[in-house]
């Protein structure tokens, strides 16, 4: 699986399994499947309520924990210090490991002083339960604020970015920053396969409209966790690092209109 170095120092791959609204059996089963099938970073959150569930499946499987790349946020509700440092357990415990890949804030929320979570969130950083920490859904000014405040980088804003949200100006900021971006919905919702240039594209490179919309996120540098029940959609997320975009057709597919 091809990754990339965060600003914290550790790899990242740059196609990981998002898993937001599956839970019990068919969490465990699509999970279980992806790994087999090569995938090594697996995207939640304490709010998709399906932490446990992964957590049996990686332990069902057999997989070393040390060959995967985990992410989980904590929700918006619970930004306060002692609620971070609560919720983080509670996630761990779920997850059955001693630590995260990556820790974000899920969405930010005015009503808690940024100061305070990421206060909790460097506390766990250090005390090993994090690797890497980060934001989710934060604007520009936003991720300012968080690379402002915090002693450990802000390695991760995770973003809804797909062809349909092109989140141009975003991306350079949080490039020229080194501040990766992951792209949640990078299909949009699948409504990627009704995009008549995606479909042109894909019939001259012999793939389909939503690997041409997974390579575009690639080659803009931008790491993606599309969602997938089938097995067969699995396999194809993943032929994605073989092959170019040309120039022109990356402008093509830059100009696409929400």
Not at 17 to 44: F, N, P, Q, S
Not at 242 to 247: E, H, R, S, Y
């Amino acid at each position: 699986m091809e990754t990339i170095r965060l600003i914290s120092g550790y790899a990242m791959p740059t196609l990981g399994l998002g898993t937001w609204a599956m839970r019990g059996k068919e969490c465990k089963a699509v999970v279980k499947t992806a790994i087999k099938l090569g995938y090594t970073h697996i995207d939640t959150a304490w709010m998709y309520d399906n932490q446990r569930d992964i957590g049996e499946a990686i332990q069902e499987i057999g997989v070393a924990r040390s060959d995967l790349f985990i992410t989980s946020k904590i929700w918006q509700t619970h930004l306060k210090y002692n609620d971070v440092l609560s919720q983080c357990d509670e996630c761990l415990q779920q997850l059955q490991t001693d630590y995260v890949d990556l820790l974000l804030i899920h969405w930010p929320n005015e009503a808690v002083p940024m100061e305070e979570t990421l206060d909790a969130f460097n506390k766990i950083h250090d005390a090993g339960k994090a690797k890497s920490i980060g934001v989710s859904n934060f604007s520009i000014d936003q991720v300012n604020r968080a690379r402002e405040i915090s002693q450990a980088p802000i390695c991760m804003n995770q973003v809804e970015y797909n062809v349909r949200h092109n989140q141009e100006a975003l991306l350079a900021h949080c490039t020229r920053h080194q501040v990766m971006i992951t792209a949640h919905r990078p299909l949009a919702k699948g409504q990627v396969i009704h995009e008549p240039i995606l479909s042109a594209i894909a019939e001259e490179h012999g793939k389909t409209a939503a690997q041409v919309a997974l390579r575009w996120l690639r080659q803009k540098g931008i790491i993606a966790i599309p969602k997938s029940s089938s097995e067969s959609h699995l396999r194809e997320n993943l032929d994605m690092f073989d092959w170019n975009l040309t120039p022109e057709e990356m402008e093509q597919i830059n100009n696409i209109s929400g």
